[in-house]
Structure formats: structure tokens, C-alpha cells
């Protein structure tokens, strides 16, 4: 072919059978005076909901309730329980001495007990507070004082200041006394502090990480800038439209959701890109005019984009199945995000490419007639390699995946008690360890019980008596109403830390005991009560989305493909790497960072992003060859499009290997446990699951691979011809 000038006129391009005959979507975007359309709306749109964005952190509801499934009994308490007092949360400010509170320390906690109590800000209710109460020895070592904080609709943003407030006047350690604050209210204000700034935190480290990979893939300094726009354009608007859900439709948004929203757009947006630029930049060594080649590329790419970004969107919806608020709220928040992500990547993005023209690609600038870099590259050997021996490599692949999942036997996904839940050491923890060796290790966050008031007497006499319950520790806290409508409320302390195992045996034993007392009608909730109905709700919720993700990835692969034999063996593939990710997660957890396990709902996230997201490498790399076994042939076609889509797929796996790694930024244990299983699972997808599984078992099964579809009837396969991988 003659080689064509870098000056891009956009000439009139009529290729035979190609892009003038295009219509909908892909012509639309590109076109000559439609891009100019295409970009004016996205500004609109920007420029309207732009911010709305930044309200979303005001609209987030992080309290326990909005995390809870309503059915839970924990749930009906914290109901139950409005009509007696303002829902708070008690904080416990513990001192300590070793060798005894001398004097001076017992006077400085008896003024600043007397200071609590004229608190009146943040949601304090100074006057209500209890102590200081000393442990029970001739010579005390610790005291401790008891400051409600009500929990209103700006709970969450309030419980930090609201610590912080009692901080300044209980002081903090010095000269051998420590200092702490914990219970409920401490470790709440640490939580908020360690999601204060999650948004600025997220959007430096993952736009670092796609930064960084999009100057290593396209090694184009100007190129860059095209994808990051449009993925913040995504971002911003995303952000502002699950602002309105939450404000106008009741969506429940938390910090979790919001942080996981940042990274899945950035890591999907900037992978969509990536393989859209991949077609264009093929089809610009074809076509003298950008505006066709972008058409053809939009054409040919587009539909492999749009099953992914569904089979993702359609996936997280499942979770709106979940009893957990936390999770069914998780599934639409994030599924907005995706949905935005496609969207701008297929109008905004192409319409910018064809806007600023070729010279964006500088200085590897792709001109027509000019040679395919992936024609000899790399990928193309490893196809070559894997079809000398197909069987034997997917054979030893496959057996090398199942025993890496065997360290799923390491998985202890059962819950994180506070001092595991953060990946430093807080305030509150070191309080509550504190407070356990000095008092009943469950002060400061009770069992709440809910009873009639006629059969108070009796329900009392049976809670008292339950292994794990200290027995006299029964009361009606202070400032709350003794009864309501013929209920009663109270509450009683545990033997064993409120978030431990024992603990929640101990709610498990008290609400059997409680519901053997006829016509009591109790229910038992509290902080405990709320973890194990969480935990409960969590196997549950993994026990049904699993599958229903499966069985809607399935759905569309088949409609894809229109095949029923190549998808089975792409889902069974993913599962297989979802199972090795959490056995090598799973041990890095135990020997590598020495976490001491996993939240309950961490096998569902992980499932769930690495399906979703897994598969699209899959879809992508399957699409590909099913365009090219029209051509040449099933195995030919396979190695043609290994070598199309491999620089590519490897690219976008490791961007989004790393934006879901930069969750480990946070110095939460869930969040960064739930980025380094994605991020594992995607780098295996990538690498080994995507280039050497899956072509491995399309070279070894060739054309009945499409079953029932007629390609599964080629028999004699051509050799490649002479452009096949273009």
C-alpha cells in the first residue's frame, strides 16, 4: 500500500462495503459535524451536573441501620427503640495506671467527668453521662466515664467532632496515665476518620495509576489526556446521578460504595477506552479518513464494549437481591458508574479522538498503509507456541489454577472484630483492649432488649441468668423512657468484647432464652446483636447472588456468541480463577500481612467484580476470534486474535489491576483486602486465564467450540491468508 502523509485532511474515504454504509451510534459520534453535537451535550450535561457531584458525601448514610437488612431483629430494636430515647451511640473515655491511680490522676478524672457534663455540642449529652466508675480494687488502676452521643440524620458526620470535643477535655496520656476513648462512639469516630478524605484519596491514586498506564501502553504523552477527561466526564456525572437516587429515590449510599464507585469507573472506563483506541488505531493504518476509521472501529469493537459493560451493570444489579442494605445498595450505585463509564467511552471519547485528529497519537503516529505492529509482536508467538500443543497446556494450566485455590482453605471469612478492622492501630482499639483487662469486657456497648412490660420481671430473670451476661448489669439507661406502650427497654452488659465470638454466642443464647418466656414478644439487639445479624445476612446473600451472577453472565455470553459450548467453558474458566484468586488472597492474608481474617461479605464483592470484570477480558479475546473464524477458520482465527488483542487486554488488565489495588491506600482491612483479591484475580485473567487457558482450549476444540452455531461446522480450516491479523 502507498504511504499516505501524516496530514489527516478527514477526506472523503469510500472504502468499498465499509463506513458509508454504517448507521446508529457509531456513525453518529464520528461524524463530520455530529461530533461537535456528540461533544456539546456531554458539556451540557457536565456542566449541569458537575455539582451535584461533590454533594455526594453529605448524602452518604453510614450508619448501622442503613447497613442492616430490615428484617433483621437488630434492625427492630434500633426502631423499637427511637420510642424510648434519641438513638445514640455511647463513647467510654478509659484511664489507666499499672501500678494503681495515684490521687492526682483520680482528681483529674473527677474534673474532667465534671467537664463532660456541661458538653452540649456535636450531639454530646454531657448530662447524661455515667461516672467516672473505678475498676473493683482497694487501689484502682482504671476508671472509666460513659458520654452519650445522639445519632440524628448527621450522625455520622458528627460522631468525629463529637470525639474530638470530649478528647479535649478528658486529655489525652501523660506522665505514665493513659488515655483513651472507645466503646461505640470511639470506634465509630475512628472509622469516619479513616474515610475522611476517601474521595481526594481514591481519585489521586487511581488517576496516578491510569495515568502511568496509559503512558506506558500508548507511550503518547498527548494521547493520555483524550481517555482522562472522559472517564472524570463519567466520574462527575455518575457521582451526581446516585446523588439524586439517594436524595429523591431512597438509594442507600455509604462510604464503601462511594470509594468502590471512584475505582470501578476509573479501572472500566479507562479499559474501554483502551480497547476502542486499539480498533481505532488498526483501522487508521486502513483508512485515510479518522471519521470512517473511527466508524469502522466504533462498528467492529463496539458491540465486544457494550456485552461487557452489560454483562458488569447486569451483574452488579443482582445484588439489589442481598439482604444487606450495605450490598443491594452497592449493586445500582456502582452499576450507575459502569453505565456512565460505557457511555462516555462510545460517544464522548470517539467524538474527542476524531475532534483533535491523528496528530494526538504523536509521536507514534498510525498513517495509512502503515505496517501492524502486531503482526510479529510477542502475543503472536505465544499463539504459535500454545498451537503446537493446546491440550497439554491448558491440561497443566487448569491443574496449576485448582491448586492455587486450595488455599482457600486458609480463608477465615467469619467477620473482623474492631481491633482487626483497621490496618494500623486506633485509639479505640487500644481503649477497648485496655478496658477488658479492667472491666466487664462488653461496657460500653450492651445488649439492647426490647420487651413487654408485664413480662419484663421474668424476661430480666432469664437474661441474668445466661452464661455471658454479667447479672447485675441489668438497667434502664439513663434518659430513657421506663416504658412505652407496654414495652419496656433495657439493657445488659457482656462478659466478652462486644464484637468478639463469644459475644455473639452469647446474643445467640439470650435470644433463645428470651423466647422461651411466654408471650414476652422480646427482641435482643445491640452493637453484637447487629454483627452477627450482618454475618447472618451475609452467608445468606453469598448462598444466592453467586449464582444469579453466574447464571446472568451465562445468559449473555450465549446471546454474544450465540453459542451454548464456548460460554460454559469462558464461565467455568473465570470460576476457576476467581477460586485460585482467593486461595493465593488467602494466603497472602494469613503469612504476608497477617490479617487476622475477612468480612463475612468479602467472598460475594470479590465474586461479583471478578465474574463482572473477568469475564470481559474473555469477551473481548472471544468476540475477536469468532469476527476472524468467519475469515479463516476457529484455530487460525484464535491465534490471529490472540495477537490483535493481547498488547491491549494486558494493558487494561493491569489498569485495572491497579485501580483496585489503590484500595489498599485506605486504612481499613476490608477495603484493602477486597482491592488485592480483585486486583490478583484480574492479573490471572489477564495473564494466564485470557492468553493461555482460553486460547489454549480454542486451539485444542476448534470449530466445535461454537456449538450449536453453524461455525461449528467448519471443518477444513484455511490457513491464514496474507493481512489476517489485521
Not at 430490615?70 to 423499637?80: F, H, P
Not at 474473555?618 to 476457529?634: D, K
Amino acid at each position: 500500500m502507498t504511504h499516505v502523509p501524516q496530514q489527516d485532511r478527514g477526506g472523503t474515504g469510500r472504502n468499498p462495503g465499509d463506513p458509508r454504509r454504517r448507521r446508529g451510534l457509531a456513525r453518529f459520534v464520528c461524524g463530520r459535524r455530529t461530533k461537535w453535537v456528540t461533544l456539546a451535550l456531554w458539556l451540557v450535561v457536565i456542566v449541569a451536573l458537575a455539582p451535584l457531584a461533590s454533594k455526594l458525601t453529605g448524602a452518604q448514610d453510614n450508619d448501622a441501620q442503613s447497613w442492616l437488612p430490615g428484617s433483621a431483629e437488630s434492625t427492630k430494636v434500633l426502631d423499637a427503640s427511637k420510642d424510648f430515647r434519641d438513638e445514640r451511640t455511647p463513647a467510654v473515655v478509659i484511664y489507666a495506671r499499672e501500678d494503681g491511680l495515684t490521687r492526682a490522676d483520680q482528681r483529674r478524672v473527677s474534673r474532667a467527668a465534671e467537664g463532660i457534663k456541661e458538653l452540649r455540642a456535636h450531639g454530646i449529652r454531657g448530662w447524661e453521662s455515667t461516672g467516672p466508675v473505678y475498676d473493683r480494687r482497694e487501689n484502682p488502676r482504671a476508671a472509666q466515664i460513659l458520654v452519650p452521643i445522639t445519632m440524628d440524620e448527621d450522625g455520622w458526620e458528627q460522631i468525629a467532632p463529637a470525639v474530638d470535643r470530649i478528647r479535649e477535655v478528658s486529655g489525652t496520656s501523660a506522665d505514665g496515665l493513659s488515655v483513651h476513648i472507645t466503646g461505640p462512639g470511639g470506634t465509630s469516630a475512628d472509622f469516619a476518620e479513616a474515610f475522611e478524605g476517601i474521595d481526594s484519596t481514591l481519585l489521586y491514586a487511581a488517576a496516578s495509576v491510569v495515568i502511568i498506564a496509559l503512558l506506558v501502553t500508548y507511550r503518547s504523552p498527548t494521547l493520555l489526556l483524550v481517555p482522562l477527561f472522559s472517564v472524570i466526564a463519567a466520574l462527575l456525572t455518575a457521582q451526581a446521578i446516585v446523588y439524586l437516587l439517594a436524595e429523591h429515590a431512597g438509594l442507600t449510599v455509604n462510604g464503601q460504595s462511594a470509594g468502590i464507585l471512584l475505582v470501578l469507573v476509573f479501572g472500566a472506563g479507562t479499559d474501554y477506552a483502551l480497547l476502542l483506541v486499539a480498533r481505532y488505531r488498526e483501522e487508521l493504518r486502513r483508512h485515510h479518513d479518522r471519521h470512517e476509521a473511527m466508524a469502522v472501529a466504533v462498528h467492529r469493537a463496539g458491540p465486544a464494549v457494550l456485552a461487557s459493560g452489560a454483562t458488569v451493570i447486569i451483574s452488579l444489579l443482582v445484588l439489589v437481591f442481598a439482604e444487606m442494605n450495605s450490598t443491594s445498595g452497592l449493586g445500582p450505585v456502582c452499576a450507575v458508574g459502569v453505565t456512565l463509564s460505557l457511555l462516555a467511552m462510545l460517544t464522548l471519547f470517539p467524538a474527542l479522538l476524531v475532534i483533535v485528529g491523528r496528530w494526538i497519537f504523536w509521536p507514534l503516529i498510525p498513517h495509512e498503509g502503515s505496517r501492524e505492529p502486531t503482526e510479529h509482536g510477542m502475543w503472536a508467538r505465544i499463539g504459535a507456541r500454545i498451537s503446537h500443543r493446546p491440550r497439554a497446556v491448558w491440561s497443566v494450566t487448569a491443574i496449576v489454577l485448582a491448586a492455587l485455590s486450595l488455599g482457600i482453605l486458609q480463608l477465615r471469612a467469619a467477620g473482623l472484630a474492631n481491633k482487626d478492622a483497621f490496618t494500623d492501630t486506633q485509639d479505640s482499639v487500644t481503649g477497648q483492649q485496655i478496658s477488658a483487662r479492667y472491666f466487664p469486657a462488653g461496657s460500653g456497648d450492651p445488649l439492647v432488649i426490647v420487651t413487654d412490660t408485664d413480662r419484663a420481671p421474668a424476661v430480666k430473670r432469664v437474661v441474668a441468668g445466661t452464661e455471658g451476661v454479667v447479672p447485675d448489669s441489668l438497667a434502664v439507661p439513663q434518659g430513657t423512657r421506663r416504658s412505652y406502650e407496654g414495652r419496656t427497654l433495657f439493657e445488659a452488659t457482656m462478659t466478652d468484647p462486644s464484637d468478639s465470638a463469644a459475644a455473639k454466642k452469647t446474643v445467640d443464647r439470650v435470644r433463645d432464652a428470651v423466647d422461651a418466656v411466654p408471650g414476652a414478644e422480646t427482641l435482643v439487639g445491640g452493637g453484637t446483636a447487629a454483627l452477627l445479624d450482618a454475618d447472618d445476612a451475609s452467608v445468606r446473600d453469598n448462598k444466592l447472588v453467586m449464582p444469579l451472577v453466574l447464571v446472568v453472565v451465562l445468559l449473555v455470553l450465549m446471546v454474544l456468541l450465540r453459542a451454548v459450548v464456548a460460554p460454559l467453558l469462558l464461565i467455568a474458566t473465570v470460576v476457576l480463577s476467581y477460586a485460585a484468586a482467593l486461595g493465593i488472597s488467602a494466603l497472602a492474608f494469613r503469612h504476608l500481612f497477617d490479617y487476622a481474617g475477612e468480612d463475612t461479605s468479602y467472598p460475594l464483592f470479590v465474586f461479583v467484580f471478578l465474574v463482572a470484570l473477568g469475564i470481559d477480558y474473555n469477551i473481548f479475546l472471544a468476540t475477536r476470534i469468532r469476527e476472524e473464524a468467519r475469515r479463516q477458520g476457529t484455530r487460525p482465527g484464535t491465534r490471529t486474535a490472540l495477537a490483535a488483542t493481547g498488547a491491549v487486554i494486558t494493558s487494561a488488565g493491569l489498569v485495572l489491576a491497579g485501580t483496585f489495588a489503590v484500595l489498599g491506600t485506605l486504612p481499613v482491612t476490608a477495603f484493602a483486602e477486597i482491592g488485592f483479591a480483585v486486583a490478583v484475580g484480574v492479573l490471572l485473567d489477564t495473564f494466564i486465564v485470557r492468553s493461555v487457558l482460553v486460547t489454549s482450549l480454542f486451539l485444542d476444540i476448534g470449530p466445535r467450540i461454537w456449538w450449536p452455531h453453524q461455525l461449528h461446522r467448519q471443518h477444513a480450516e484455511r490457513p491464514p491468508t496474507r493481512g489476517a491479523l489485521h
